[in-house]
Structures are given as C-alpha cells and as structure tokens.
C-alpha cells in the first residue's frame, strides 16, 4: 500500500524552523506567512526585556542544509538566490534577514542582505548574478542576539545614517571651532540659547553616529547635565558653563574616533555602494588623514 510522501525540501523547511525559534528568545514573537515565493518565509516582531510588544520588524529567510562548509576565512558563499529576489530585498521597507541552519550542528548564521548588496554593489549593478557571504561569527544564538538587534537597527537606521553622516562631515570644522570656544570660561555663566540649540544638535549628531558605529559613549543623557546644572547654579538659564564645557570636552574627543570612522565605513567597507551614489562624499573623505584632520579641498 502505497501513501504520500513528504518531499525532502519540505523536511529541511521545517527543521529549519525548529532550530530557528530555539535559537531567539522565547519572549519574541515569530510570525509565519504563507507565501514564500517572494523571498520571505517570516518575521519577527521585537520584544523588550519588559515584555512589550515594541513593533520592530525583522523579515526573515530561511535556508537550511546538512552541513556548512568553512572556508579558511570562515565564511560561506551562498548563491543561487534569484535576482529578482535580490532585488525585491533592497528596496523591501523591512530589513530583511538571510538565516542559514546548518541542520547537523543546529546552528544559525545570519546575513543583513542589504548591507551585502551595498558591500558589493559593482556586482550587483552588472544584474547578473549576486552570491551572499555569510560569516561564521555571525551565529544566531541567544549569546549573540545583541549583535544580532544591532545589525536590524544598522538596516533600519541606514537613511538616517545618511543624513547624520552629510551633517557630520558638513559641520565637522565648525563643531571643533564651537568647541574650542567652549573651554574655558567661567563656571558660573549661564548659556544662552544659540548656543544651548547648537550644542544639542553636535550632541545629538554625535551620539547617533557613536551609537550606530559602536564607539564608546560615555556622556550623559542631555537632561542629565541640565538638572545637575540647575542644581549648582538656579534654574535662570537650562545650562551653565561648567556642564557646558564637560559636554564641550567629552565630545571633542569624539569627534576625529567618528570622522576616522566614517572615512572606513564609505571608502572601504561600502565602497563600491558610496563611490555610485555619492562620488563627491566618497572622494571628499579621502582628505581625511590619520589623525581626523582635513586637508584643505
């Protein structure tokens, strides 16, 4: 007697599954979707450590096989992913996630597709045919779920990156000016509010690129320095020099960390996406020298 048999794809699919949910937190809510012709086979909505239902997306393609093959540099190349599906994945409104289950070892490594394409975006251009690196230390576990949000937030925040980078770099000789005039002066005096608005938006400038580039921030919440302020010197003006000149010197040593940073991130590790969508940035980032200065244009 003779019964359906269940295809070996559909196995893989469903192993894959399971070793995928056991890798996140438990708290996290995985949801399915029917169609998976397009390039997603699910998403993840976010939970925080408060048990809140934040509404962060994170679409989700799976792709499991027996067992992963190392190269020495502990990569894998993943190819045959249609075009199309590539293409479908860049301008996706949801950073989109490519989870490879190695079945043997239950292990899972992700990819964030979009950063692939940009970091190999000449090959990408040519519409010819596109692989995926996937990256050994890039697993998928409870341990490394930081590292994993962190990426989802990279993807997010990426036009946003765009921006704070163009404010950055367009305001860089200036910020260094405002700080040096900063240092120095009495304790006492209140702030006026010129200044208090432009020391916010350095600040604010500052932190997302810090934040999103993972360089050490140390500052406090802007508020923060506000009450302490107000504590010390009465509540006529938001901020007094004192605070003014601690914000003043913590940022200053920021500043060259995030130009230098910035510089790698667009010459060398997106190189191929910056050098086609924004020649003069790409070529400009090239006077910055090892130390954060510019040379003059």
């Given at each position: 007697?003779?019964?359906?048999?269940?295809?070996?794809?559909?196995?893989?699919?469903?192993?894959?599954?399971?070793?995928?949910?056991?890798?996140?937190?438990?708290?996290w809510?995985?949801?399915?979707?029917?169609?998976?012709?397009?390039?997603?086979?699910?998403?993840?909505?976010?939970?925080?450590?408060?048990?809140?239902?934040?509404?962060?997306?994170?679409?989700?393609?799976?792709?499991?096989?027996?067992?992963?093959?190392?190269?020495?540099?502990?990569?894998?190349?993943l190819?045959?992913?249609?075009?199309?599906?590539?293409?479908?994945?860049?301008?996706?409104?949801?950073?989109?996630?490519?989870?490879?289950?190695?079945?043997?070892?239950?292990?899972?490594?992700?990819?964030?597709?979009?950063?692939?394409?940009?970091?190999?975006?000449?090959?990408?251009?040519?519409?010819?045919?596109f692989?995926?690196?996937?990256?050994?230390?890039?697993?998928?576990?409870?341990?490394?779920?930081?590292?994993?949000?962190?990426?989802?937030?990279?993807?997010?925040?990426?036009n946003?990156?765009?921006?704070?980078?163009?404010?950055?770099?367009?305001?860089?000789h200036?910020?260094?000016n405002?700080?040096?005039?900063?240092?120095?002066?009495?304790?006492?005096?209140?702030?006026?509010?010129?200044?208090?608005?432009?020391?916010?938006?350095?600040?604010?400038?500052?932190?997302?690129?810090?934040?999103?580039?993972?360089?050490?921030?140390?500052?406090?919440?802007?508020?923060?320095?506000?009450?302490?302020?107000?504590?010390r010197?009465?509540?006529?003006?938001?901020?007094?020099?004192?605070?003014?000149?601690?914000?003043?010197?913590?940022?200053?040593?920021?500043?060259?960390?995030?130009?230098?940073?910035?510089?790698?991130?667009?010459?060398?590790?997106?190189?191929?996406?910056?050098?086609?969508?924004?020649?003069?940035?790409?070529?400009?980032?090239?006077?910055?020298?090892?130390?954060?200065?510019?040379?003059?244009?």
């Amino acid at each position: 007697m003779e019964f359906p048999k269940r295809v070996e794809q559909h196995i893989t699919e469903t192993s894959s599954f399971k070793i995928f949910n056991s890798a996140i937190p438990n708290s996290w809510i995985v949801r399915e979707i029917s169609e998976r012709d397009y390039g997603i086979d699910c998403y993840i909505e976010l939970v925080d450590s408060n048990n809140q239902v934040t509404g962060e997306l994170i679409s989700i393609q799976l792709k499991g096989m027996q067992s992963i093959t190392w190269t020495k540099e502990n990569y894998y190349t993943l190819s045959g992913i249609k075009l199309s599906t590539t293409n479908y994945w860049r301008f996706f409104p949801i950073p989109v996630f490519i989870c490879l289950v190695d079945l043997n070892s239950k292990e899972i490594f992700f990819n964030a597709a979009k950063e692939s394409i940009r970091r190999d975006f000449l090959t990408y251009s040519n519409q010819d045919v596109f692989s995926y690196k996937i990256e050994k230390k890039c697993k998928l576990s409870i341990s490394n779920i930081p590292n994993f949000i962190h990426s989802y937030y990279k993807e997010k925040l990426h036009n946003e990156l765009q921006i704070n980078i163009i404010t950055f770099i367009s305001h860089y000789h200036k910020y260094r000016n405002f700080i040096e005039e900063n240092i120095g002066n009495d304790c006492f005096m209140g702030i006026e509010k010129s200044r208090l608005f432009y020391m916010k938006h350095l600040y604010n400038n500052t932190e997302f690129l810090c934040k999103y580039f993972q360089i050490p921030w140390d500052l406090k919440c802007f508020d923060e320095y506000i009450k302490i302020s107000q504590s010390r010197y009465g509540n006529n003006y938001c901020l007094y020099e004192e605070q003014f000149e601690e914000i003043s010197l913590k940022l200053n040593e920021l500043l060259a960390p995030v130009i230098l940073r910035i510089k790698n991130h667009i010459t060398v590790e997106e190189k191929e996406y910056w050098a086609k969508n924004d020649f003069d940035l790409y070529n400009y980032l090239f006077l910055v020298k090892s130390n954060g200065e510019i040379d003059a244009w």
